[in-house]
């Protein structure tokens, strides 16, 4: 079956929303915009009136918001949210501990448990399980290895059977989401240390607050087209939830920073 023929079912299986946002995000970039979501859009309403549905009032309220712009971006929360997806397991993450780019960072330094900069397979079950246990979800033990399996399958982007800090991070909605900004000023491996030293100025091996602040107004006074200096202390107050005890190691910096990774 097509993505297009998923779309006009009263309910969409976990697996059915992966082949949707596969199909739709067409690029691979991690959102639908400009054309994509346009084609979604339109389809989304064909397939509905050809299976008997009417739009749910979730769906009227996101086509009456983008179907009239050309520069609109949605991510894949945005879409959980849109779509009656059976046990919406994507949304756990957000209902139950994901409430803003602070948490994400705290809930990523919580399971990246070996602290290697990734989340592994083991690691995400761990994570999944936790959350559908907050939310008071059941689940038989080989539903939540297909969770965590169609979880890879959308996040994973470079398919190496584990999450990068960055390829989690698309489980927070787009217009907060203030990774997603620091993609594109990513260092080289040299870059990024020359700049870890130069901040880390009395070279005790981390970075407090305020030798983060001096760090992040440079990256801002450097890349004026991607960061903006006025939100200098909401990108400080994320960044700093990756931090142990106030002190942010040169690992940490790294899965934000360095194209290399860590």
């Not at 949707?20 to 989304?44: A, C, P, T, V």
Request: charged share 30%; proline share 1%; aromatic share 10%.
């Amino acid at each position: 079956m097509s993505a297009e023929t998923y779309l006009q079912g009263a309910e969409i299986s976990a697996s059915q929303f992966f082949e949707i946002w596969r199909h739709y995000d067409s690029d691979g970039n991690g959102y639908m915009d400009g054309k994509e979501l346009q084609d979604f859009i339109q389809q989304l309403q064909q397939a509905r009136k050809k299976g008997g549905l009417d739009l749910t009032p979730e769906m009227k309220s996101f086509v009456d918001q983008f179907s009239k712009t050309s520069d609109g971006k949605i991510g894949i929360v945005e879409l959980a949210q849109v779509l009656p997806t059976e046990e919406n397991f994507l949304l756990f993450f957000r209902c139950q501990q994901l409430k803003s780019s602070e948490d994400f960072m705290q809930t990523w330094r919580k399971y990246d448990s070996d602290h290697s900069g990734f989340i592994d397979a083991e690691e995400l079950k761990s994570f999944l399980k936790d959350l559908l246990q907050k939310a008071h979800k059941q689940i038989e033990d080989s539903k939540l290895a297909e969770y965590t399996d169609i979880m890879l399958k959308i996040f994973d982007d470079n398919n190496d059977g584990k999450l990068e800090l960055t390829e989690m991070a698309r489980l927070l909605p787009v217009h907060e989401n203030f990774i997603l900004k620091f993609q594109g000023i990513k260092m080289c491996e040299k870059e990024f240390i020359n700049a870890f030293d130069t901040f880390d100025s009395d070279g005790n091996g981390y970075i407090d607050e305020n030798e983060l602040d001096a760090l992040l107004k440079d990256l801002c006074e450097k890349n004026k087209t991607v960061l903006d200096i006025n939100n200098i202390a909401t990108y400080k107050k994320n960044i700093m939830a990756l931090s142990h005890e106030g002190k942010l190691y040169r690992q940490e910096l790294a899965l934000l920073l360095c194209a290399g990774g860590n």
